[in-house]
T-cell receptor, first 113, second 110 residues
Framework: SAVISQKPSRDICQRGTSLTIQCQVD?????MFWYRQQPGQSLTLIAT?????????ESGFVIDKFPISRPNLTFSTLTVSNMSPEDSSIYLC??????????FGPGTRLLVL | QKEVEQNSGPLSVPEGAIASLNCTYS??????FFWYRQYSGKSPELIMS????GDKEDGRFTAQLNKASQYVSLLIRDSQPSDSATYLC??????????FGAGTRLFVKA
């Protein structure tokens, strides 16, 4: 398994601002993923980030709203741009660690006022 | 639309009993199946993976897969209050695309 950390662990932000979430892994991984989990709901995939290429976004998510960077094999960032209260959620990064298995970071709890 | 369906629960079992969690999926071509446990306020934690039909046992946990029926289950033997959590079924539908069910809340009563 992989050890994954995320920063910040939680934040309270004003509408219209942006927040960048960092995800650090203790080993090199090819695929990293960003999910959103709203209260009482399951995980919704935002995008897949492969090192050295543009992120692939799922239906309903766009790069202008959720820009992603993947500068190397151990790190990625997700930015939530021009936030509104509807963006309040838990944001999770995960990594693929062989046999299509994913391991998750601790999550970032975001509240937008 | 590829889907993974779970009963949301809550499923309540007494301590020491067997908890049975079920999941169905729509994509017949799916090959990899996972169970995650998520405690309240925490991120999902992988507890089992299964790739072929039949049973796979790991300690108190047994995953069961029936591809013909498109059905995955998780049995927890000798349930403990510490098993109280939401259990997410996840199905890989090809490449790196994994779809998660909404989860079943399990309560184990002491």
């Amino acid at each position: 398994s992989a050890v994954i950390s995320q920063k910040p662990s939680r934040d309270i932000c004003q509408r219209g601002t942006s927040l960048t979430i960092q995800c650090q892994v203790d080993s090199q991984v090819t695929m990293m993923f960003w999910y959103r989990q709203q209260p009482g709901q399951s995980l919704t995939l935002i995008a897949t980030a492969n090192q050295g290429s543009e992120a692939t976004y799922e239906s309903g998510f766009v790069i202008d709203k959720f820009p992603i960077s993947r500068p190397n094999l151990t790190f990625s960032t997700l930015t939530v741009s021009n936030m509104s209260p509807e963006d309040s959620s838990i944001y999770l990064c995960s990594v693929e660690a062989g046999e299509e298995t994913q391991y998750f970071g601790p999550g970032t709890r975001l509240l937008v006022l | 639309q590829k889907e993974v369906e779970q009963n949301s629960g809550p499923l309540s079992v007494p301590e020491g009993a067997i908890a049975s969690l079920n999941c169905t999926y729509s994509d017949r071509g799916s090959q990899s199946f996972f169970w995650y446990r998520q405690y309240s306020g925490k991120s999902p934690e992988l507890i089992m993976s299964i790739y072929s039909n039949g049973d796979k046992e790991d300690g108190r946990f047994t995953a069961q897969l029936n591809k013909a029926s498109q059905y995955v289950s998780l049995l927890i033997r000798d349930s403990q209050p510490s098993d109280s959590a939401t259990y997410l079924c996840a199905v890989n539908t090809g490449g790196f695309k994994t779809i998660f069910g909404a989860g079943t809340r399990l309560f184990v009563k002491a």
